[in-house]
C-alpha cells in the first residue's frame, strides 16, 4: 500500500514545466551535492534522480519513476521512516553521506497558501559515518570518532600536525599534536570512522596515498574551517568560557583542529548542538606508538581474516557495560607509557582481584545498568526517548550502589578512590526525581505519550481520568443507542477522519433514516456494506475526548522537557559517572580475566629490560584449550640491555616451519601491551621498561587491495622500521627478506639485523628461515640464536613449541610437506635434491661474508650521508652574476644553518 501524502505539485504533477517541488526538491540538493538526498514526502523519504539510481542498488530496493522532469522519467526510490535508521546504516557503511531533508510544517498549512503552495521543507541533519547518535547505527563496544587533521607547513624540523577528535554518542572531545611521521599510527590508534582535513591538506600530492589508503571516510573541507585565527574564540564560545586556559595547554594548531570539529558538527547536526565535554589535550608520547601495519599483524582488534574472533580484544576483553568495553578497546589501542598511570590501574586490578565476592556483585551491578553516556547525548541532542531519561535514572541508582559497595570494603587504591568519590557526587535528586515521574513500563517515543506515573502530575491524571471516563460514557451510549434501535451489531467506532461514529451494517441502517430514530442518528457516510452515523452527544464527547488526550499528550511532553533540562543541568557529572563505571568495569574484568587465566601482575618501570618467565600467547592458549588441543608451551624472552645501558638485545629465532616461531614473537609483543595497558599477562613473571614504540611485520604481507608488490610493501615497512625505532622500542620482524629472490633476501635480512644492532639498538625479536644470518652472532654482541625445538621420531617430526638457545640444525620442511599429504614419489625426490644440494654448502658462502665484509656501523651511515652535502648543494644554486646584495646575505646566513644542522 502506498500511504505517501499526496501534495500538491508533486514531481511531474505538469509534464514539460519545472514543477514547484521539483523547484524546491532541486534547490535543496544543489546545497548538498556531495550527500544522497533523504527528502520527506509524508510517511517516506524519497530520493530521486542519480541517488535514487545509486540508493536502490545500495539498499536493494526497487527503482520506480515518478513523472517527467523536462520530459524525461524521474528515477525515483523511497524508505519507509520506521525503517530508515536501517537503511541509514547501510548507506553509511558503504561509505555514502546522506542528507536528511525533513518537512516543517503541516501539508494542511501548506495547502492553505493555495493549491500550488508546496510544503516547506529543508535538511536538518547531514549523516555521515563520524556524526552518528542512534544505538541501532552504533556498535555499543566501541567508540565511534569523528577527526580532523590540522598541519602547519614547517621549516626545518618538518610539517607539524595535530589531530582533534571527538565521539559525539558519547561527549569524549580530544587534541592530540602529531608530526608526519607518527600521523600514521596516531590515526591508527583512534580509529576514526570519519576523518576531516583541509582542501589543501587533502590535495597535497604526497599524501593522497596516505589519505587513499585509510579505512575512515576522508572529507576534505574548505580551508575557513580550520582558520587557526578564529578558532580560540570559536571553541570559548562553544563552551561559554572567556579563556581555554582552565581546559589545559593547547598550540594554535591543537585549536584548529579542534575548532574545525565544532564547526564540521554544526554543518551536520544544523538544529541540535551536541554536548560535548571540553577537549583535552593529550601529552605527547603519552601513548605507546603502534602503526596500522603492526595492529593488524598483531591481530589486536580482530584477526587477519577479519573477524573480531581470534583478535586481542576478544580474548581479554571480560567487561560487562558498553562504556566499559569502549574503554578497555581505547586503552588496547593506546597502551601507557607513564609507569605511574600503569602502576595505578595495576593497583586497582591487584584490589578486586583479592576479593572476588565483592568483584562478582560490582559486576552484576554494573552489568544492569544501561549505557548513561549514550542516553545522555541522545537526550541532549533531542533525539532522546523516555526510556533513554530511564538510562539515566538506572545508571545513577546503580552509581550509588556501586559507590556504596566500594567504601564499605575500604582501603581503595587511588584509580578506584578516585571513581568512588566521582560515583558518590552523582546528583541524587535528579534520579529520585525522574524515578517518580516516570513509569516503570515506558514507550520507545515519548510522542506516543504514556510514560509518567499516575499521581506525579494532578493534571495530567484529571485529563486522563476525562479521556476514560469517556471511554466508559461511550461504551454506555452504544449500549444505549443500540438498545433504542434494536440493533445488537450497532456500533460506536473512531477513525482519524470522522472522529466517533456510528456503525451499523447496511440492512440494518434502513431504520435510522426512519422516523422517529432520524431525529437523533446523522447520516455520515454510506460504503458498500455499512453505513456511518453521528448524534449530538457522540460531536460533543468527541471534542471533550479529543481535547482530554491531547491535553495530557502536552502534559507528558512539558514533563519530559522539564527532565530533560534537569538531566542537561546536571550532563558534566552524568559523564563523570559514566566515565568511573567504565574504570571500575575493565579494573574488575582485568581481575576477572587474571583470575580465570592464571595472569601475573608485570613490573612496568622506566630501565630498558624486557624479561619474560614463561610467556604465553593470550589468544593460542585460549584457542588450544577451547580445541581442547595439548596446552601451550609458555617461554622465556630476554632482549633487555644489559647493565642499564640503552641497547636491547635481537633474538634470532630459527626453527622449521610450525615451529612456533610466529607465535612466539607475537606473544611477547601482547604481552608488552597488555602489561602498559595495565593488565596481568600471561606469564610466570614479567618486568618491562616502557616501550614507546612497537613495530610488528611479517615477510611477504599480502596488500593486493592497495595494489603494491607485496615484496614492496615490505620492505616499506622494513625502512619505517629501521628509519624511526629506537632503543625504547619493541622491534618484531618475523621472515623479513622472504617475498624475493633467496640471495637478495638473505642480504637484505642480514643488513637489517646489522642496522638494527648498531643503529636502532632497540629490543627486537627476528624470526627466520635464512640459517646462514645465525654466523652473525660471533659478531655483533647482543645478538643471541634460539631455536624453536623438535623432535624427530621415527622420520615424523614432533613440533615442541619450546625456545632454547642455539641453531636450528635443519629445516625440516621436508617431513613438514610429507606431514601435509605431498605425494610420496615427490617427497623422496626432494630429498635427494636436497642431499645434493649440501655438497654445495650455502652456509660456507655466509662464512665467509663475515669474515670479509667490514661491518655495518653508524660511523658508515654518515658517510653515505656525506655524498650529498646541502652546503655544496646552496652554493651550486647560486647565480652570482645575478646575486642582489641583499640576497647574498640571506644566503650566507642560509650557508651558516645549513652547515650547523649537518654538525648535529
Ligand atoms: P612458525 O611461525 O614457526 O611457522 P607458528 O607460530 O605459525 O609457527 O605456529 C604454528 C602452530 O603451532 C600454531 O598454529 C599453534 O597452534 C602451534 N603453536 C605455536 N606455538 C605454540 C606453543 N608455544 N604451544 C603450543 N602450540 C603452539
Ligand atoms: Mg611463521
Known amino acids: 500500500m502506498d500511504t505517501r501524502t499526496p501534495e500538491t505539485g508533486e514531481p511531474g504533477a505538469e509534464a514539460s514545466a519545472i514543477t514547484p517541488m521539483m523547484a524546491q526538491y532541486t534547490e535543496i540538493k544543489a546545497a548538498n551535492p556531495d550527500c544522497l538526498l533523504f527528502y520527506r514526502m509524508g510517511d517516506f523519504y524519497e530520493l530521486f534522480f542519480a541517488d535514487a539510481e545509486v540508493a536502490s542498488r545500495a539498499l536493494g530496493i526497487t527503482l520506480t519513476r515518478r513523472g517527467k522532469h523536462q520530459g524525461v522519467d524521474i528515477p525515483m526510490c523511497g524508505v519507509p521512516i520506521h525503517a530508515a535508521d536501517q537503511y541509514l546504516q547501510k548507506l553509511i557503511a558503504l561509505g555514502h553521506r546522506v542528507a536528511v531533508c ?54 626545518d624540523d618538518g610539517d607539524r600536525f595535530a589531530v582533534a577528535w571527538v565521539d559525539i554518542s558519547t ?98 547536526q544544523l538544529r541540535e548542538r551536541p554536548p560535548l565535554a571540553p577537549p583535552i589535550a593529550e601529552a605527547a608520547g603519552g601513548t605507546m606508538l603502534i602503526d596500522a601495519a603492526t595492529r593488524a599483524n598483531l591481530e589486536l582488534t580482530q584477526a587477519l581474516s577479519g573477524s573480531r574472533q581470534g583478535g586481542l580484544i576478544a580474548a581479554v576483553d571480560r567487561t560487562v557495560t558498553g562504556a566499559g568495553a569502549r574503554l578497555l578497546a581505547r586503552r588496547l589501542a593506546g597502551p601507557s607509557t607513564d609507569p605511574a598511570v600503569i602502576g595505578r590501574r595495576l593497583d586497582a586490578v591487584d584490589w578486586l582481584l583479592a576479593d572476588q565476592t565483592l568483584r562478582e556483585s560490582v559486576r552484576a551491578d554494573l552489568a544492569a545498568a544501561p ?48 571513581a568512588t568519590a566521582v560515583l558518590a557526587a552523582a546528583p541524587a535528586a535528579l534520579t529520585a526525581h525522574i524515578a517518580a515521574a516516570l513509569r516503570d513500563d515506558l514507550p520507545h517515543l515519548k510522542r506516543d505519550g504514556g510514560f509518567v506515573r499516575p499521581g506525579y502530575r494532578a493534571d495530567l491524571d484529571d485529563a ?10 461511550i461504551a454506555s451510549l452504544q449500549a444505549g443507542y443500540a438498545a433504542d434501535s434494536e440493533i445488537r451489531t450497532l456500533r460506536i467506532k473512531h477513525n482519524n477522519v470522522l472522529g466517533y461514529f456510528i456503525e451499523v451494517g447496511a440492512n440494518a441502517a434502513e431504520r435510522l433514516f426512519q422516523p422517529p430514530l432520524n431525529a437523533r442518528f446523522i447520516h455520515r457516510q454510506t460504503l458498500a456494506s455499512a453505513v456511518r452515523f453521528t448524534t449530538v452527544e457522540l460531536t460533543d464527547l468527541e471534542a471533550k475526548v479529543a481535547g482530554a488526550g491531547d491535553r495530557a499528550l502536552a502534559i507528558e511532553l512539558e514533563v519530559f522537557d522539564v527532565l530533560c533540562g534537569e538531566v542537561a543541568a546536571a550532563a558534566a557529572a552524568i559523564r563523570g559517572v559514566a566515565d568511573a ?26 630501565s630498558f629490560a624486557f624479561d619474560i618467565t614463561g610467556g604465553r600467547h593470550p589468544v593460542v592458549e585460549q584457542a588450544l584449550r577451547r580445541e581442547r588441543k595439548s596446552p601451550f608451551v609458555a617461554n622465556d624472552a630476554h632482549l633487555g640491555a644489559t647493565n642499564g645501558a640503552a641497547a636491547g638485545s635481537i633474538w634470532l629465532v630459527t626453527g622449521p616451519n610450525m615451529a612456533g616461531k610466529s607465535t612466539y614473537l607475537r606473544q611477547n609483543a601482547l604481552v608488552a601491551i597488555l602489561a602498559q595497558v595495565g593488565f596481568y599477562v600471561p606469564a610466570s613473571a614479567a618486568h618491562i621498561g616502557v616501550v614507546d614504540r612497537l613495530f610488528s611485520r611479517v615477510g611477504a604481507a599480502d596488500d593486493l587491495a592497495r595494489g603494491r608488490s607485496t615484496f614492496m610493501v615490505e620492505m616499506i615497512e ?38 638494527l644492532h648498531e643503529v636502532n639498538r632497540s629490543r627486537a625479536l627476528f624470526a627466520t628461515h635464512y640459517q646462514e644470518l645465525t654466523a652473525l652472532s ?54 635427494v635434491i636436497l642431499r645434493q644440494l649440501e655438497q654445495t654448502d650455502r652456509s660456507a658462502a655466509a662464512h665467509a661474508l663475515i669474515d670479509d665484509l667490514p661491518l655495518f656501523s653508524a660511523d658508515r651511515r654518515q658517510e653515505v650521508a656525506a655524498e650529498t652535502d646541502p652546503v655544496a648543494d646552496i652554493l651550486d644554486a647560486i647565480d652570482v652574476d645575478d646575486l642582489a646584495p641583499r640576497a647574498a646575505l640571506e644566503a650566507v646566513y642560509r650557508l651558516k644553518a645549513a652547515r650547523k644542522r649537518m654538525e648535529k
Open 778 to 831: 660471533a659478531r655483533l654482541p647482543r645478538l643471541v640464536n634460539v631455536t624453536v625445538r623438535v623432535k624427530e621420531w621415527k622420520g615424523e617430526v614432533i613440533f615442541l613449541h619450546e625456545i632454547a638457545p642455539g641453531v636450528a640444525d635443519r629445516s625440516y620442511g621436508i617431513q613438514v610437506a610429507r606431514l601435509a599429504g605431498l605425494p610420496a614419489s615427490v617427497v623422496e625426490r626432494a630429498r
Open 718 to 755: 622494513t625502512a619505517a622500521i629501521l628509519n624511526q625505532a629506537g632503543p625504547r622500542s619493541l622491534v618484531i620482524l618475523d621472515e623479513i627478506g622472504r617475498g624475493t629472490a633467496t640471495f637478495d633476501g638473505l642480504s637484505i635480512a642480514w643488513a637489517t639485523i646489522e642496522h
Open 102 to 155: 525533513e518537512q516543517l510544517e503541516d501539508p494542511a498549512e501548506a495547502r492553505k497558501r493555495g493549491s500550488k503552495a508546496v510544503v516547506r521543507r529543508d535538511v536538518t541533519r547531514l549523516v555521515t559515518p563520524g556524526t552518528l547518535t542512534e544505538d541501532a547505527l552504533l556498535n555499543s563496544g566501541r567508540n565511534n570518532y569523528l577527526a580532523a587533521v590540522a598541519r602547519q607547513r614547517g621549516g
Open 171 to 268: 561527549g569524549e572531545f580530544r587534541v592530540a599534536a602529531s608530526d608526519r611521521e607518527r600521523l600514521a599510527a596516531d590515526l591508527a590508534r583512534i580509529e576514526p570512522s570519519e576523518i576531516i582535513v583541509p582542501d589543501a591538506l587533502f590535495g597535497d600530492e604526497a599524501l593522497s596515498h596516505f589519505w587513499r589508503g585509510l579505512p575512515a571516510a576522508v572529507t576534505p573541507l574548505s580551508s575557513a574551517f580550520f582558520d587557526s585565527t578564529t578558532a580560540e574564540t570559536r571553541l570559548a564560545s562553544h563552551f561559554g568560557v572567556a579563556t581555554l586556559e582552565g581546559f589545559g595547554q593547547f598550540s594554535r594548531l591543537d585549536l584548529a583542529a579542534a575548532a574545525a570539529i565544532l564547526a564540521y558538527i554544526e554543518k551536520t
Open 581 to 606: 563505571l567504565a574504570v571500575i568495569d575493565v579494573a574488575a574484568s582485568a581481575a576477572v580475566l587474571a583470575a580465570a587465566e592464571g595472569y601475573v601482575r608485570p613490573s612496568v618501570d622506566a
Open 464 to 473: 486522563l481520568r476525562l479521556r476514560d471516563d469517556s471511554r466508559r460514557i
Open 371 to 418: 549505557d548513561l553516556g549514550r542516553a545522555l547525548s541522545r537526550l541532549l541532542l533531542d533525539r532522546g526517548g523516555p526510556r533513554d531519561l530511564a538510562a539515566v535514572r538506572d545508571g545513577l541508582a546503580c552509581a550509588g550502589q556501586v559507590a556504596v559497595r566500594l567504601y564499605e570494603a575500604g582501603g581503595l587504591p587511588s584509580e578506584l578512590a578516585e
